[in-house]
Nanobody, 123 residues
Framework: QVQLVESGGGLVQAGGSLRLSCAAS????????MGWFRQAPGKERDLVAA????????YFADFVKGRFTISRDNAKNTVYLQMNSLKPEDTAVYYC????????????????WGQGTQVTVSS
C-alpha cells in the first residue's frame, strides 16, 4: 500500500505562485497514475490535474488550464503541482491521490490519498 505525503501549501497573495509536492512511500511509484484534487469548504472534491503513469500524459481542469502544471519525478517518487497566477477562488485543501492504471478524473477511482495541504490565496 502506498502512502502519500503532501507539502508546499501556505498563504499567498493573488497572482502569486506555489509548488505542491507529493511524496510516495512505495518504491514501485512509477506504475501509479497521480492526481491532484482540491476541496473548498462546503464543496465537493474536484480534480485539478492528473498525470498518467505510462505515457506521462497530463489532464487539467478547465479552471486551472494555463496556470497550473503537473509533473513527476519517478526517481524521487514525487509528483508536483506548480500553481501560478493564483486566485482567491483557488483557496482549498489540496490532496494528491494515486491509482494503478490510467489517470481518471473521478475521486472514486483513486484508492490512495494524502492528508491534504491547505492553500490560501488572499485578495
Amino acid at each position: 500500500q502506498v502512502q502519500l505525503v503532501e507539502s508546499g501549501g501556505g498563504l499567498v497573495q493573488a497572482g502569486g505562485s506555489l509548488r505542491l509536492s507529493c511524496a510516495a512511500s512505495d518504491r514501485t511509484f512509477s506504475p501509479y497514475s497521480m492526481g491532484w484534487f482540491r476541496q473548498a469548504p462546503g464543496k465537493e472534491r474536484d480534480l485539478v490535474a492528473a498525470i498518467a503513469w505510462s505515457s506521462g500524459r497530463t489532464y487539467f481542469a478547465d479552471f486551472v488550464k494555463g496556470r497550473f502544471t503537473i509533473s513527476r519525478d519517478n526517481a524521487k517518487n514525487t509528483v508536483y503541482l506548480q500553481m501560478n497566477s493564483l486566485k482567491p477562488e483557488d483557496t482549498a485543501v489540496y490532496y494528491c491521490a494515486a491509482r494503478t492504471g490510467p489517470a481518471t478524473v473521478s475521486t472514486r477511482h483513486y484508492p490512495y490519498w494524502g492528508q491534504g495541504t491547505q492553500v490560501t490565496v488572499s485578495s
